[in-house]
C-alpha cells in the first residue's frame, strides 16, 4: 500500500515529503482553486519538490476526448511524472485510449462502481481512484467499493493500480490496505491523525521522565 498525498499545497507536499514515504501527488481542480495559484505553477512546483515519486496526477477538463487531449499537451512536458487525470465519462475513456497508446499514464477519477473501474482499467488507465467518502457520504460503502474492485481486478489478471480517494480518516485507509487497494491518496491532516497515538505520546514523556531521573543520580 503506497502513500500519495492528495492537495495542491506546496509546504503540505514539502513536509510529507521530507518524512521519506511518498509515492506520489494527486490534484484536482476544486484543490488548485483552493490554492489561488495558477495550475502550470503549482504543478511545476509539485514537479521540483517530488521528482522522486512515482505519479503526479493533474486533471484535464474538457468535455470531449479531442480538448483533453488538447489539455493534456503541455501538461505531460513539465515531467515524465505527470499522471493526466480524466474524468469517468465515455469521452474520458477515448482519451485514456489515446493517451494508452502513446505511452502516458492516465488516472481516471470520479469512480463510483466496480464495472467504471473495469472499463477505466480495459480503455487502458494506469490507476482507478474510487471514491470513498463520497460514497460514505450518501450511506453506500465505499470500503466495499474498493475491495469489490480489488476482488475483479485481481480475479482477471488487471494489473491498473487502485487508488483509494476521498479518504476522510485514518479508519479509511487502514480498511483500504485490508482489501487490497494499491494505493491511498491522502488529504494531509489524515497523514498527521494517523502518525499519532496516545500511547506513542505517553511512552515518549515516560522514557523521558525515567532518563533525566537516571542521569540525575
Ligand atoms: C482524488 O484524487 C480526489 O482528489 C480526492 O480524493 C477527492 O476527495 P474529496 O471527496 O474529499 O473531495
Not at 91 to 113: C, D, M, P, W, Y
Not at 157 to 179: C, K, M, N, W, Y
Request: overall charge negative; hydrophobic content about 45%.
Amino acid at each position: 500500500m503506497k502513500f500519495f498525498i492528495d492537495t495542491a499545497d506546496v509546504e503540505e507536499i514539502k513536509k510529507v515529503h521530507s518524512w521519506g514515504l511518498l509515492s506520489g501527488v494527486t490534484t484536482n481542480p476544486s484543490l488548485i482553486a483552493k490554492s489561488g495559484r495558477e495550475f502550470t505553477d503549482v504543478l511545476n512546483e509539485i514537479c521540483d519538490i517530488a521528482s522522486d515519486v512515482e505519479s503526479i496526477s493533474a486533471e484535464v477538463m474538457s468535455d470531449d476526448a479531442e480538448g483533453m487531449i488538447k489539455e493534456a499537451e503541455p501538461l505531460v512536458k513539465i515531467s515524465d511524472k505527470i499522471t493526466i487525470k480524466v474524468p469517468m465519462t465515455i469521452e474520458g475513456l477515448k482519451a485514456v485510449s489515446h493517451f494508452a497508446q502513446h505511452g502516458i499514464r492516465t488516472n481516471v477519477t470520479l469512480i463510483f462502481s466496480a464495472n467504471q473501474a473495469l472499463m477505466a482499467a480495459r480503455a487502458g488507465a494506469s490507476y482507478v481512484s474510487p471514491f470513498l467518502g463520497r460514497l460514505d457520504d450518501i450511506s453506500h460503502d465505499g470500503v466495499e467499493l474498493v475491495a469489490q474492485i480489488a476482488r475483479v481486478f485481481d480475479l482477471h489478471g488487471i494489473d491498473t493500480q487502485i487508488i483509494a480517494a476521498s479518504v476522510r480518516h485514518p479508519l479509511h485507509f487502514t480498511q483500504s490496505a485490508e482489501v487490497g487497494a494499491d494505493i491511498a491518496t491522502l488529504p494531509y491532516k489524515v497523514m498527521e491523525q494517523m502518525i499519532k497515538h496516545p500511547l506513542t505520546d505517553q511512552g515518549i514523556t515516560k522514557f523521558k521522565e525515567d532518563w533525566s531521573k537516571a542521569n540525575q543520580r
